[in-house]
């Protein structure tokens, strides 16, 4: 049976594919085209794939669903009976029980206490008894599921500001408000990263500049009795953890002198400020509410403290003006080996590491068999091979490889901390790097721990007791052991086991995982139960990408000078000064209707089946107007006419109170426009300095020697590594290093054919640069645009720039250098013959070459085809345009 999500999935992929079409609401498709940095789709701007992929199921949902029930989805996707109750998890002998019926079925999984307890129903009972829409949006741990929910957010704004909505209309309402809250005050501190997002790479300009100067972000502060915000205000995100919102009775500590009166105040007061909090948010309108690690609401934890969360949201739900819907993420997305029926994206550990977003771990699990008195030695030898492998390791930031032991208990790590200590000493180590964490730790390891981000922190050996899982980011650890058996309730060995899996960019250094055997057969049972993997998937994932940190080498290249067309349309003032005439339109009906009755016959002269009865019925229906007045004013803004004129010669035309009908105000305004709205097209030739490389796109690092540097990280599939070419020492191309080529022709056209001959000609090339390799418009400024064969503007990035020196004064010539697989010779040959551009291809090779028809004394272009050799004719003219400058 394949599951929602996948089938989701597969909706998804054919609505991308054909540009996210939205009648009603077409700015979505502008949103979401944003999100990718070139044509191919394979560069995104600044989402990862996966929260990308979830980001458009989510507005699927949301635009072409029309935000449907979950279990709608369900009885839409999955038609057949059998495959419904197989889809949503129930067993055929509670099938059975309920007569083979649906609906009777359904209704007891939701009355009857016993009849869910015995089929282990309860997380299904959860989804059909919700009031309003809830979706989970399940995506691995450190695949970045808080700027997806900032993502959902901000999207969820710009589309309110495009499209504002009044009344209590659901049905094509955007979200104005966000409530996002997590458990716990690790995961809450974890979502201040929302503080920190690039919203502009998001959002394209004319909606990010609504969103920033509307947005409002508030965290609650600790002790404040209500929620800084304006009661039914609009574009509030408010950050919370649920204990300080949710509904239940507060626990209370009692002082020894308290009377029983005191006491029934205090926990009166504490209700008050929580009911206070949910008050304030409950009046905000077009509500949505984002709820993180939800696994702590769904399945895994099934019991009180569902209740408490959901009776809050319940709460939201009956008193909140509009709430629009809830919006989960997990990690961990399944319950007892089944997946969460409200899943709708997934995203799982194993995909997480086969590209690069993880650490890769393939081959690093390692368990161990001893017995319980030998702990000591098991631990030894963990930090013994930690620092054997991982003792000169670090970031490239420079911080160093960190090891994360968890223990199930207290007096477990001070019976063990000796034998870690001496380990240490024999591997060169100071004890002085070892911190603890517990429930007991003081402010000075409390604070110690929040600082292991930073590079200059001296602790590399975190022990730790019941902390260091969910929420805890520290992309500097490398691994993680499990000494003794620890605890298997609540996904506590999976959320310590993979905690040092979190990736950072230009590291390629794989993650290690210490294990006993008795933690290895848990771990192995939690990762089935939450992603449906194994301990094998994982250890077979990664290793099939490889993660490069580009380095810009050349901060100021000379710009590219070219010669650009300008066109300005500028209204023509109009020599006449007669005055305003309309003519009424013609008057016309509004538009009818027939209807016609059929039944069906068989008949003998035809195969059709359906047989009118009776006459056809004409119902006329009545026309749409709006009053003289209300026309003048939309007239007089769309044209800049004076609007007491407008609405004069309308008086004159429809009378004092008369109405005009919608259906003749594109007359008027034609009439309107032949008057007095005469443009011109205006065209200025303007030179233009393109950026060949802009440093302010990469991100900025300062070296351990204080020099500036600025990086960025790609990531490529394993078997074309061979294509990242570094640095070899020339003078000449790597203006950022290494190059990251696509194919072979094109790092034999670089480093075997030009290179060498530019550096037998070093007088006359200024230099060479390999420009496909960067296609983010933050990063460079060389492209050209031009129209897809769907309508949308793309950027299209030539491969290569050979720039020879200038000469009297005049900047030097360039050749402009492209190359093509082979099989699109002909069809670009031939379309460009015919200067009817149909390919993409063909489009790009166009738009390129009406830059050199404005530029034939700077810029020359040059395409070559070729499958894996390169041609030799092709070869030698490129380098003829070195030695001889044509």
Not at 291 to 320: I, N
Request: charged share 25%; hydrophobic share 40%; net charge negative.
């Amino acid at each position: 049976m394949t599951h929602l999500y996948k089938l989701l999935a597969e909706k998804v992929r054919l609505w991308r594919e054909s540009g996210y079409p939205c009648e009603h609401f077409p700015a979505i498709s502008e949103i979401l085209q944003f999100q990718l940095a070139d044509e191919t789709g394979k560069n995104l701007r600044f989402l990862r794939p996966p929260q990308l992929r979830a980001l458009e199921v989510y507005w699927y949902l949301r635009l072409v669903e029309k935000t449907p029930h979950i279990y709608d989805l369900y009885k839409a996707n999955y038609q057949k009976k059998a495959d419904l109750i197989k889809a949503l998890g129930i067993p055929q002998k509670a099938f059975e029980e309920a007569d083979y019926e649906v609906e009777p079925l359904l209704e007891r999984i939701k009355t009857d206490d016993q009849f869910v307890k015995d089929f282990k129903l309860e997380a299904l009972r959860e989804t059909l008894t919700l009031e309003y829409p809830s979706y989970i949006l399940a995506l691995a741990m450190g695949a970045g599921k808080t700027i997806l929910v900032g993502a959902i957010i901000a999207t969820e704004f710009a589309m309110a500001l495009e499209y504002p909505t009044t009344g209590d209309d659901l049905q094509d309402a955007f979200v104005e408000n966000a409530l996002v809250f997590a458990p716990g005050k690790t995961i809450i501190e974890s979502l201040r990263e929302l503080t920190e997002i690039p919203f502009d790479k998001i959002l394209p300009p004319r909606f990010f500049k609504g969103f920033a100067a509307t947005v409002k972000l508030t965290f609650t502060p600790d002790g404040a009795k209500d929620i800084p915000v304006i009661r039914r205000s609009s574009f509030n995100i408010i950050v919370t953890n649920t204990e300080k919102i949710r509904i239940q009775k507060p626990n209370v500590r009692v002082s020894k002198t308290w009377t029983q009166l005191q006491l029934e105040e205090k926990e009166k007061q504490l209700s008050e400020d929580a009911n206070l909090r949910l008050q304030t948010i409950a009046s905000l309108p077009h509500l949505a509410v984002f709820s993180d690690e939800a696994h702590h609401t769904y399945g895994q934890a099934m019991g009180e403290e569902l209740k408490k969360v959901r009776k809050t949201v319940d709460y939201l739900h009956h008193y909140s003006p509009n709430l629009i819907c809830v919006v989960n993420t997990t990690g961990t997305p399944y319950y007892q080996k089944q997946p969460l029926k409200d899943v709708v994206t997934w995203y799982g550990l194993s995909e997480g590491i086969k590209d690069r977003i993880l650490k890769d771990v393939s081959g690093n699990i390692l368990a161990y068999s001893f017995n319980a008195e030998s702990a000591d030695k098991f631990i030894a030898e963990v930090v013994r091979d930690f620092f054997t492998e991982y003792g000169q390791v670090t970031l490239p930031n420079g911080a160093p490889a960190k090891l994360a032991i968890y223990f199930p208990q207290t007096d477990d790590l001070e019976e063990l901390r000796p034998a870690i200590e001496a380990a240490l000493i024999l591997s060169d180590q100071s004890p002085a790097i070892v911190l603890r964490n517990t429930s007991a730790s003081g402010k000075e390891e409390i604070e110690a721990f929040n600082r292991l981000n930073d590079p200059r922190s001296l602790h590399r050996v975190i022990l730790l007791v019941n902390k260091g899982t969910e929420g805890w980011n520290c992309p500097s650890l490398f691994a993680c052991a499990l000494a003794r058996k620890l605890k298997n309730s609540n996904n506590f060995v999976l959320q310590a086991a993979t905690r040092c899996l979190r990736e950072i960019p230009g590291n390629n250094h794989k993650a290690r995982i210490y294990l006993s055997m008795d933690n290895r057969a848990v771990l192995d049972k939690q990762l089935q139960e939450t992603y449906g993997e194994t301990l094998d998937d994982l250890g077979h994932a990664g290793g099939e990408t490889l993660t490069f940190t580009l380095r810009v080498r050349k901060i100021k290249p000379p710009p590219l000078i070219i010669q650009q067309t300008l066109r300005t349309v500028t209204r023509v003032e109009t020599v006449s000064v007669s005055p305003l005439r309309l003519d009424k339109p013609t008057a016309s009906k509004g538009q009818d209707m027939t209807v016609e009755r059929f039944v069906i016959t068989k008949q003998l002269a035809t195969a059709a089946v359906l047989q009118q009865i009776g006459e056809s019925i004409t119902i006329n229906s009545e026309q749409d107007s709006e009053d003289v007045y209300t026309v003048a004013v939309k007239l007089s803004e769309w044209y800049r006419l004076d609007l007491w004129t407008l609405y004069a010669e309308l008086k004159r035309l429809y009378g004092e109170t008369g109405d005009v009908p919608l259906a003749h105000v594109a007359e008027l305004s034609r009439q309107i426009e032949l008057q007095f709205c005469a443009y011109e097209v205006k065209e200025t030739k303007v030179e233009k300095a393109l950026a060949l490389i802009k440093p302010e796109g990469f991100v900025r690092e300062e070296s351990s020697e204080g020099e500036v540097i600025y990086t960025a990280e790609i990531r490529v599939p394993k078997d074309r590594g061979k294509l990242v070419v570094p640095w070899q020492g020339s003078a000449f191309g790597h203006h950022y290093d290494p190059y990251n080529f696509d194919s072979n022709p094109e790092k034999s056209f670089f480093a075997d054919q030009l290179l060498p001959h530019i550096e037998v000609h070093p007088d006359e090339v200024e230099d060479i640069y390999f420009t496909g390799g960067l296609t983010d418009t933050g990063k460079t400024d060389f492209f050209v645009e031009y129209k897809d064969d769907k309508g949308h503007w793309r950027n299209y990035f030539p491969d290569f720039i050979i720039r020879l020196k200038g000469k009297g004064g005049k900047p030097g010539k360039c050749l402009i250098v492209e190359i093509k697989n082979a099989q699109w010779e002909t069809t670009i040959n031939s379309e460009l013959v015919s200067g009817k551009a149909v390919s993409n291809e063909a489009r790009k090779a166009m738009a390129m070459t009406r830059w050199v028809d404005l530029n034939p004394e700077r810029l020359k272009y040059q395409i070559i085809f070729a499958d894996d050799a390169l041609p030799n004719d092709e070869i030698a003219r490129a380098k003829a345009f070195v030695t001889e400058g044509h």
